[in-house]
Nanobody, 114 residues
Framework: QVQVVESGGGLVQAGGSLRLSCAAP????????MGWYRQAPGKQRELIAS???????NYQDSVKGRFTISRDSAKNTVYLQMNSLKPDDTAVYYC????????WGRGTQVTVSS
């Protein structure tokens, strides 16, 4: 069974940066539209950034200009560079396909202190 593994989260002060990584052995990321999702306490999971197989990216307005999704095909890894972090970015972050979801991983916790 495919296992998605997210990493790179942590505790950071407002204005700081983190880079999240996503790996899923057996899934060829460059052939799939991939996304980063997040779920804040008491809220539903939401798609915040996506990258198509062709490399086009799209962002939720709340992260546009601060977050960058990218893909390293050689390493079969998807990244989320997060800059200018805000306390409202505090959430568990997940990656998955944009359609036909893989089993969800455990996510990685991002906590932004004010």
């Amino acid at each position: 069974q495919v296992q998605v593994v997210e990493s790179g989260g942590g505790l950071v002060q407002a204005g700081g940066s983190l880079r999240l990584s996503c790996a899923a052995p057996g899934v060829i990321f460059r052939l799939n539209a991939m996304g980063w999702y997040r779920q804040a306490p008491g809220k539903q999971r939401e798609l915040i950034a996506s990258i198509t197989s062709g490399g086009s990216t799209n962002y939720q307005d709340s992260v546009k200009g601060r977050f960058t999704i990218s893909r390293d095909s050689a390493k079969n890894t998807v990244y989320l560079q997060m800059n200018s972090l805000k306390p409202d970015d505090t959430a568990v972050y997940y990656c998955n396909k944009v359609q036909s979801f893989l089993p969800w991983g455990r996510g990685t916790q991002v906590t932004v202190s004010s």
